[in-house]
């Protein structure tokens, strides 16, 4: 697992400039440009434009929790032969011999304890840190501390330049309202490419049901919900003959953990839990007719004759039946793919359907566990954090990105040349679900458990509540 943190960590998490959170800062927002340099583009073309800078020993503190998985973005102490590490080391390097800087990064702690750490230093005026990496995730308690006001505003950054391709400008689109970025995710947070959502399929499964691999209709724009639908149903088999499907004995069509697999096919279809209003702040897109269409899709999945099983037993069942070759399909992630090292059967990845062919693109939301980049309040000097960020983003863009992306996840990880493809494909349309305690991907679970649609009287029965939190977040960024 350590070897794919190291991978992961370097595709997508810091932050950006002088851009508002206004429509015109999330053009091309679904990274049509945002494809890797060629060697010509990298030296002629693609530079990050910064002053002549030389400090002479200062530091450059980086504070990583480490539930991220961050830690591989930024630790690496010696050249080892690994190619991610030796990477990650050469960048800090660079950074410390082009700015004479000393690079720290500083594992600060685990979730909600990282959280209170950082929070107890900011609060006591405690100038520890110039970046904190942490989850986008409210039960870790960052996203909190966003609306609480204990983090910059990187419109204030002088020389973090969002038109460059090392910064997600998705997070803008999704996660920033108003006219204020509180986070924001780069290049050299690979952790965030790493907690993006996938489907892995089993190739020797799909061979022997006869069912073609998926490749061809992704990259035409035609791998729908519907032909998913079909392919869990024929996956389905009562292997040990017993006339009961068991998720111990038996082979499904679709598998997956029940805090991942149901707001993974959710944003894939185009769901969303809020949208913006026309003065770019969030507001609930739940109570309305297509939202209950797609809860009743998410649903259909694991009913019992369609193939598919939510896994809320134990963490790893659901890996363990695709490993078993017992599911034809898998909802994963990238930073899951050392998981399958030693698995027998052949496996291909894809991204999740579209809801149909109509839907511009493939929609891959991002786990709450990614890195985001947060400047906390007691930052004493905007100009140098800036500079440090968009130098280790453009460094990391060159450098990093290739060494994980080109080297590492297509030919150690992944097994066969197609699935680079998708790989591009859904590096290019991560989206990240707001995260709310009233609304969020545990919401869908007794539903589909039940296999009854109570989305209505759902949100009804929490609309208060969720709307208190709203309230919160657009405090915040109207300020």
Known sequence: MKKLLILFLAAAVAATVLFSCSDSGTKDATGSDKTLPTETETETEIREELPEKYYDGREFRVFCDEGTGCKDDFVAEQLNGEIFNDSVFSRNMALEQRFGIKFVPHIAGYGDGFTRNIDTMILAGDNAFEVAMGMNNVYSGITTLVYEGRF?????????????????????????????????????NVSTLGNTRIILFNKNLFTDLNIDYPYESVLEGTWVFDDFLEICKLGLADLNGDGKINYKDDRFGFTGWYCDANESIFFGLGGTYTVKDESNLPAFNLDNEKTFDLVDKVIAVFAADNGGYLNTVDWGIDMEIFAQSRSLMLNSRFILLPNFRDMEDDFGIIPHPKLTEQQQEYLESVDAVCTMTYIPI??????????????????????????????VLTTKLTRDNDSEAMIDIIKNSRSYPLQLTTFNFNMFTPFVTQQKNNMASFYKSNEKRGLDELEKIIDAYSS
């Open 378 to 407: 007691t930052a004493q000097d905007l100009e140098f954090i800036s500079i440090m960020l968009e130098a280790m983003a453009a460094e990391s863009y060159r450098n990093v990105m290739p060494a994980y992306y080109d080297v």
């Open 152 to 188: 910059i505003d990187w419109n204030g950054l002088p020389y973090v330049d969002l038109e460059k391709p090392w910064w997600d400008t998705n997070v803008i689109r999704d996660l920033c309202f108003g006219n204020k970025i509180y986070m924001m995710a780069g290049d050299y």
